[in-house]
């Protein structure tokens, strides 16, 4: 059975011009991600960011390395809970938007200077401060920036 769809509205001449929605007869690079690497860079994130925040603010507060580490866990699940509302949809679309861009060392950059950036607009404008927000908002920054270092390899560049 053949199928009718209508094809003599369709001009070839057109279809493969560089003005057309498919980009020519080059397509453009697309960077692919998957739920693997999108969980992976965010559990990384959040476990890095509690370990600044436990080095930074919770220095002092055990007395050995296994109350250390059990802060880290703690701070870790913590991160993770408000980042699901915070920074994961930022990570997200973040992705979403550097799909076109296939040099991985500009994912990074971005991964670390929108976090960076939006965290200290908040924080900033919520604690009335300068300073230790831009402090708190680096941290996330380079959290972010690392996690996506981590699932470099995990990254599809399609051309």
Same mark, same amino acid.
């Not at 397509?27 to 690497?37: E, L, Q, S």
């Not at 603010?57 to 109350?67: A, H, M, V």
């Not at 973040?94 to 991985?104: H, K, T």
């Given at each position: 059975?053949?199928?009718?769809?209508?094809?003599?509205? %369709?001009?070839?001449?057109?279809?493969?011009?560089?003005?057309?929605?498919?980009?020519?007869? %080059?397509?453009?690079?697309? #960077?692919?991600?998957?739920?693997? +690497?999108?969980?992976?860079?965010?559990? @990384?994130?959040?476990?890095? #960011?509690?370990?600044?925040?436990? *080095?930074?603010?919770?220095?002092?507060?055990?007395?050995?390395? /296994?109350?250390?580490? /059990?802060?880290?866990?703690?701070?870790?699940?913590?991160?993770?809970? @408000?980042?699901?509302?915070?920074? +994961?949809? &930022?990570?997200? &679309?973040?992705? !979403?938007?550097?799909?076109? %861009?296939?040099?991985? /060392?500009?994912? &990074?950059?971005?991964?670390?200077? #929108?976090?960076?950036?939006?965290?200290?607009?908040? @924080?900033? !404008?919520?604690?009335?401060? &300068?300073? #230790?927000? !831009? !402090?708190? +908002?680096?941290? @996330?920054? %380079?959290?972010?920036?690392?996690?996506?270092?981590? *699932? /470099?390899?995990?990254?599809?560049?399609?051309?």
């Amino acid at each position: 059975m053949t199928e009718t769809a209508g094809d003599d509205d %369709v001009d070839p001449a057109r279809a493969s011009s560089p003005s057309s929605g498919t980009g020519g007869l %080059v397509p453009a690079p697309r #960077v692919t991600f998957g739920p693997t +690497a999108f969980m992976t860079g965010y559990a @990384i994130a959040c476990l890095l #960011v509690a370990v600044m925040a436990t *080095v930074g603010i919770g220095w002092g507060t055990s007395r050995d390395f /296994w109350g250390y580490l /059990w802060i880290i866990i703690i701070a870790a699940f913590y991160a993770a809970g @408000i980042g699901l509302v915070t920074a +994961a949809p &930022v990570g997200l &679309v973040l992705g !979403l938007l550097l799909r076109g %861009v296939p040099n991985q /060392w500009l994912h &990074v950059l971005a991964f670390f200077l #929108v976090p960076t950036l939006l965290a200290w607009l908040v @924080i900033g !404008l919520i604690a009335g401060a &300068v300073g #230790v927000p !831009l !402090l708190m +908002a680096l941290a @996330i920054g %380079v959290s972010s920036a690392l996690g996506r270092l981590a *699932v /470099w390899r995990l990254m599809d560049v399609r051309f």
